[in-house]
C-alpha cells in the first residue's frame, strides 16, 4: 500500500490553465504539507495542515491555494498557471499532533508531481 | 531562522568505498532534529537517517551513519561499501518546531549529486 499518494505524476499545461494536484496518505498521520522543488533540486516548503488546520502559509503567490477535506487529503489547486510554476511538487506528512506536537519524526513523502507549464 | 549549508554540490565515490557528505546548519534551539534524505532519479525522497540533537551517540542505519558536531553545528553523513544504488541527490534537513497546531517544518540544504562509480 503507498503511504503517500499524489496524482498525477506528471502534468504538462498550457500558460493561464488552472490545475490540481491531489494527494492522499493513510498513515493516520495528523500534518500533511506541500514543498516545492526547483529545477535546481531545492525543496521549499508551500503550505502545511494539522487536522484540516492551515498551519504554514509560505510567501506563496495567491494563486496556490490548498485545500484539505479531511485529515488525510491535502489538494492544491493552481489558477492562472505561470511559466514559473514550472517544478516538482512534493506531498508529505508527519506525526505531529496537539498543539506543541512531537518533533523528530521526519516526513513520509509522496512521489512527487512533475508540472510543466508550456 | 535556521538555514543548511551543503557545501559539495557533486561527490564521486568508487564501489566498495566510503564517501563522507558535509552539511553545517545554523540555530540558536538547544534541542533540536537533523535528518539525510536521499532522491535517487525515481525522485522519490526517502529518509536515510535521523539524528536527536539532545543525544550525543550518532545515528547508524546499517552502511549510513552520522559525524554529529552540536558545538559545531555539523551533521556529515557517512556511507560506507558504497553501492551503485546509493547514486543519488542527498539532503541535509533540519527540523523547525512550529509553535502551533503540531507542524514540523524541515528546512533543506540545497543537496549534494553523489555518483558512484563501478
Known amino acids: 500500500d503507498t503511504a503517500v499518494s499524489q496524482t498525477p505524476k506528471y502534468l504538462v499545461t498550457q500558460m493561464g490553465n488552472d490545475k490540481s494536484i491531489k494527494c492522499e496518505q493513510n498513515l493516520g498521520h495528523d500534518t500533511m504539507y506541500w514543498y516545492k522543488q526547483d529545477s535546481k533540486k531545492f525543496l521549499k516548503i508551500m503550505f502545511s495542515y494539522n487536522n484540516k488546520e492551515l498551519i504554514i502559509n509560505e510567501t506563496v503567490p495567491n494563486r496556490f491555494s490548498p485545500k484539505s477535506p479531511d485529515k488525510a487529503h491535502l489538494n492544491l489547486h493552481i489558477n492562472s498557471l505561470e511559466l514559473g510554476d514550472s517544478a516538482v511538487y512534493f506531498c508529505?506528512?508527519?506525526?505531529?499532533?496537539?498543539?506543541?506536537?512531537?518533533?523528530?519524526?521526519?516526513?513520509?513523502f509522496g512521489s512527487g508531481t512533475r508540472l510543466t507549464v508550456v | 531562522a535556521q538555514t543548511v549549508t551543503q557545501s559539495q554540490p557533486e561527490m564521486s565515490v568508487q564501489e566498495a568505498e566510503t564517501v563522507t557528505l558535509s552539511c553545517t546548519y545554523d540555530?540558536?534551539?538547544?534541542?533540536?532534529?537533523l535528518f539525510w534524505y536521499k532522491q535517487p532519479p525515481s525522485r522519490q525522497m526517502i529518509l536515510v537517517i535521523r539524528?536527536?540533537?539532545?543525544?550525543?551517540q550518532n545515528a547508524t542505519e546499517n552502511r549510513f551513519s552520522v559525524n554529529f558536531q552540536k558545538a559545531a553545528k555539523s551533521f556529515s553523513l557517512k556511507i560506507s561499501d558504497s553501492q551503485l544504488g546509493d547514486a543519488a541527490m542527498y539532503f541535509c534537513a533540519y527540523s523547525v518546531g512550529v509553535t502551533q497546531g503540531g507542524s514540523e517544518k524541515l528546512v533543506f540544504g540545497k543537496g549534494t549529486k553523489l555518483t558512484v562509480n563501478p
Open positions: 539524528q536527536e540533537a539532545y543525544k550525543q
Open positions: 540555530t540558536s534551539e538547544s534541542d533540536y532534529y
Open positions: 508529505a506528512s508527519s506525526q505531529g499532533t496537539g498543539w506543541t506536537g512531537p518533533r523528530g519524526y521526519g516526513y513520509t
